[in-house]
């Protein structure tokens, strides 16, 4: 029997995502650049599971294409980025698909939310890919971030700031070893702010799992266990 990529074996076998690293990354539009002053880009990073990070960055300097390479949308950069001891260039769609589903989570800054269709929609088309969470939890995460009355709303018809909150309840509907959140908390007061700081701390606490944001200017209060500079 013919055996099978190594790759997809070492998926298999793990049960945990526990490290994330990039060694010598950078995007490819910024590889003709004569000096790269960055905490992360051209340098060897690690993300470790259990563990919060912020990536403090000004607007195009990459922080986006960051999220989408690790996601595996993208591919044009340099470099080597590594799920454990997996290049991410090796793995396969259907590796990809496993790792969304059970390793990776998401919270992109354009949200990729489906605008015709409910909040509540939206949430429930991700968790009936998962079965996270039971119904009941997933209305609680609502009221707990002040849309308990938008559940039923067209997220084409809610302002941005409650769609950002709509979108970090889809992003809780999985198991996650790694919890990726471009920009959360642009367009959101301090109080909601403060709320998904709570929701997100108790949730990454109970699953064991690393948390990355990245932001400009405005940031989600975490106990970080070390700041970047993008």
């Known amino acids: 029997m013919a055996e099978e990529p190594l790759a997809e074996k070492i998926i298999k076998i793990k049960p945990f995502m526990n490290l ?14 004569d000096y790269i ?4 880009w051209h340098k060897d990073v690690k993300f470790e599971r259990g563990h ?4 403090e960055a000004a607007s195009g300097t990459g922080k986006s294409s960051l999220c989408s390479y690790v996601y595996g ?13 997996n290049n991410i260039r090796n793995l396969d769609v259907k590796q990809w698909v496993e790792l969304r589903k059970r390793s990776l989570s998401m919270l992109f800054q354009d949200l990729r939310l489906f605008t015709e269709l409910t909040a509540m929609e939206n949430v429930l088309l991700k968790n009936s890919l998962t079965g996270f969470k039971k119904k009941k ?4 995460l609502f009221y ?28 809780l509907c999985q198991p996650f070893d790694f919890l990726f959140l471009d920009e959360p908390v642009s367009h959101l007061d301090e109080v909601n702010s403060k ?16 948390v990355v944001v990245t932001s400009i200017g405005k940031h989600l209060e975490l106990d970080y266990t070390k700041k970047m500079m993008l």
């Open 195 to 210: 709320n998904m700081a709570r929701i997100i701390t108790d949730e990454a606490s109970r699953q064991g799992a690393g």
């Open 144 to 171: 707990e971030l002040g849309i308990g009355d938008k559940m039923d709303v067209e997220v084409g018809k809610m302002s941005f700031g409650q769609q950002q909150r709509v979108a970090l309840i889809r992003a």
């Open 20 to 33: 994330i690293t990039l060694q010598n990354a950078l995007p490819e539009i910024f590889a003709g650049k």
């Open 52 to 55: 919060f990070y912020l990536i």
């Open 137 to 140: 939890d997933i209305k609680d």
């Open 73 to 85: 949308y993208r591919n044009d950069y340099q470099g080597i980025i590594c799920f454990d001891d």
């Open 37 to 40: 002053d960055s905490d992360v």
